[in-house]
């Protein structure tokens, strides 16, 4: 069971142990830069996405069992539970993964003042803050959240947990959408775009990853766009993988404890039948293993490469240790594909969407042409079912409902306990505040 009480069990042992040793100075002790991070020693444990509901192609449904329909999605799976502890020095260390973050943000700014400002940034005595790379930030998002409608004036359920990190939402009485809370990376897009140069960031008002526009005037009155920035600290090799040929059709990263096969699906298909392929892979003791299961969001978007692009390297954005298949695009380009995760972009409709991460080009159509508006490797989400289209979104974000699989195993992860999943589906999450909350 997902839940805050289960994250407060799980480091338990670890802080009684630590008072023991060090007495009443642990919080001085514990330094996010020699934490040890929960998971057998992995540099890069990936952290569980915290869904905690099933559903269908449209809405929440109660858990399915083994051979059935919608078998196998993220909420059925256990990983690696977030374990936060709260400093209370206005930071707060994750020890799953080793990061110490600034509890707070520093308001909207632009890319580059953002990455001066982490030069002379200081926080609880520590002056080695950095603007986290994409894999790092997007390992604080929460998909207990609900996607936004851009035109709604109000929200709180944001994609990260409030209970611990301060959060806005886009201010609307300035002028701003409320899905306007883009938080800045370091990670620049390596591929070209009619926006000139991107920054993946993560939106953790609508839960995505996009590429966003930096140096050039996309913001409201015609300035640079200005982002939400939120510093960290520690374990340098996060979001670096480590990856070894097994010599079988299987490829295991040692830096996640995830192994995934060197083939991906070969084909399209849509949320369900993605689902049902897992299951029949399974039951061909596929490359000699039966425990196969579709990626969780955060799981596929590890292994994005951010340095392999379309443009910059001719390839997808992944290591050339796997096979990916080629497409041809909306625009008659060579691309790759989209590739759905077992977790539903969940809103106030419902779960009619699940989210994809794209190694090719992340296509949109906008002013009468298709064009890569959010960048190789951004993470969005399709309809489970319907028809190809395209003007989803502000960027007329391409829809393609058959999108490709790519299926993972290890890492730590279990089968969740059914019965807790039916008793935590109508949990509510603890309402967003503001930063004076």
């Given at each position: 069971?997902?839940?805050?009480?289960?994250?407060?069990?799980?480091?338990?042992?670890?802080?009684?142990?630590?008072?023991?040793?060090?007495?009443?100075?642990?919080?001085?002790?514990?330094?996010?830069?020699?934490?040890?991070?929960a998971?057998?020693?992995?540099?890069?444990?990936?952290?569980?996405?915290?869904?905690?509901?099933?559903?269908?192609?449209?809405?929440?449904?109660?858990?399915?069992?083994?051979?059935?329909?919608?078998?196998?999605?993220?909420?059925?799976?256990?990983?690696?539970?977030?374990?936060?502890?709260?400093?209370?020095?206005?930071?707060?260390?994750?020890?799953?993964?080793?990061?110490?973050?600034?509890?707070?943000?520093?308001?909207?700014?632009?890319?580059?003042?953002?990455?001066?400002?982490?030069?002379?940034?200081?926080?609880?005595?520590?002056?080695?803050?950095?603007?986290?790379?994409?894999?790092?930030?997007?390992?604080l998002?929460?998909?207990?959240?609900?996607?936004?409608?851009?035109?709604?004036?109000?929200?709180?359920?944001?994609?990260?947990?409030?209970?611990?990190?301060?959060?806005?939402?886009?201010?609307?009485?300035a002028?701003?959408?409320?899905?306007?809370?883009?938080?800045?990376?370091?990670?620049?897009?390596?591929?070209?775009?009619?926006?000139?140069?991107?920054?993946?960031?993560?939106?953790?008002?609508?839960?995505?990853?996009?590429?966003?526009?930096?140096?050039?005037?996309?913001?409201?009155?015609?300035?640079?766009?200005?982002?939400?920035?939120?510093?960290?600290?520690?374990?340098?090799?996060?979001?670096?993988?480590?990856?070894?040929?097994?010599?079988?059709?299987?490829?295991?990263?040692?830096?996640?404890?995830?192994?995934?096969?060197?083939?991906?699906?070969?084909?399209?298909?849509?949320?369900?039948?993605?689902?049902?392929?897992?299951?029949?892979?399974?039951?061909?003791?596929?490359?000699?293993?039966?425990?196969w299961r579709?990626?969780d969001?955060?799981?596929?978007?590890?292994?994005v490469?951010?340095?392999?692009?379309?443009d910059?390297?001719?390839?997808?954005?992944?290591?050339?240790?796997f096979?990916?298949?080629?497409?041809t695009?909306?625009?008659?380009?060579?691309?790759?594909?989209?590739?759905w995760?077992?977790?539903?972009?969940?809103?106030?409709?419902?779960?009619?969407?699940?989210?994809?991460?794209?190694?090719?080009?992340?296509?949109?159509?906008?002013?009468?042409?298709?064009?890569?508006?959010?960048?190789?490797?951004?993470?969005?989400?399709?309809?489970?079912?319907?028809?190809?289209?395209?003007?989803?979104?502000?960027?007329?974000?391409?829809?393609?409902?058959?999108?490709?699989?790519?299926?993972?195993?290890?890492?730590?992860?279990?089968?969740?306990?059914?019965?807790?999943?039916s008793?935590?589906?109508?949990?509510?999450?603890?309402?967003?505040?503001?930063?004076?909350?």
């Amino acid at each position: 069971m997902k839940t805050m009480t289960k994250r407060l069990i799980g480091i338990a042992p670890m802080v009684a142990l630590a008072m023991l040793l060090v007495g009443c100075d642990f919080l001085g002790w514990f330094d996010a830069g020699d934490a040890i991070a929960a998971t057998n020693g992995l540099a890069y444990p990936v952290v569980d996405t915290g869904q905690e509901k099933t559903y269908n192609n449209t809405s929440q449904i109660s858990p399915p069992s083994e051979g059935q329909a919608f078998y196998g999605q993220d909420a059925q799976f256990d990983g690696n539970q977030p374990r936060y502890v709260d400093n209370g020095d206005g930071t707060v260390t994750d020890l799953v993964t080793g990061l110490m973050w600034q509890q707070g943000y520093n308001g909207k700014m632009t890319y580059s003042e953002a990455v001066a400002m982490a030069d002379d940034f200081e926080l609880a005595s520590y002056a080695d803050w950095r603007l986290p790379t994409i894999k790092e930030l997007y390992s604080l998002i929460d998909f207990s959240g609900e996607d936004v409608s851009p035109m709604s004036n109000s929200a709180n359920n944001p994609f990260i947990d409030t209970a611990y990190f301060e959060f806005a939402y886009g201010d609307t009485s300035a002028g701003e959408r409320v899905i306007d809370s883009q938080w800045a990376t370091r990670t620049l897009y390596a591929g070209s775009s009619n926006f000139g140069q991107l920054m993946f960031g993560v939106n953790f008002a609508d839960g995505r990853i996009k590429g966003y526009p930096v140096g050039t005037t996309m913001g409201p009155g015609g300035q640079e766009k200005t982002y939400f920035v939120r510093y960290v600290r520690g374990n340098p090799s996060y979001g670096e993988n480590d990856f070894f040929d097994n010599g079988d059709g299987t490829i295991s990263d040692l830096a996640t404890g995830l192994m995934w096969p060197r083939d991906d699906s070969g084909t399209g298909m849509n949320w369900e039948e993605a689902l049902a392929y897992v299951q029949d892979l399974n039951e061909q003791n596929y490359l000699g293993y039966s425990d196969w299961r579709l990626p969780d969001a955060k799981e596929l978007q590890s292994i994005v490469d951010y340095t392999r692009s379309p443009d910059a390297t001719n390839s997808a954005a992944i290591d050339p240790v796997f096979n990916v298949t080629a497409i041809t695009n909306e625009a008659g380009q060579k691309d790759w594909g989209f590739y759905w995760t077992d977790t539903t972009h969940a809103s106030a409709r419902g779960g009619q969407a699940a989210v994809y991460v794209a190694f090719g080009r992340g296509l949109g159509y906008m002013n009468g042409r298709f064009a890569d508006v959010h960048g190789a490797g951004c993470q969005r989400s399709d309809p489970k079912i319907g028809e190809p289209s395209y003007g989803w979104a502000p960027q007329g974000d391409v829809s393609r409902i058959d999108n490709f699989v790519r299926v993972v195993r290890g890492g730590g992860v279990e089968l969740a306990d059914l019965a807790a999943i039916s008793d935590t589906q109508s949990a509510a999450r603890t309402p967003a505040c503001a930063p004076s909350c």
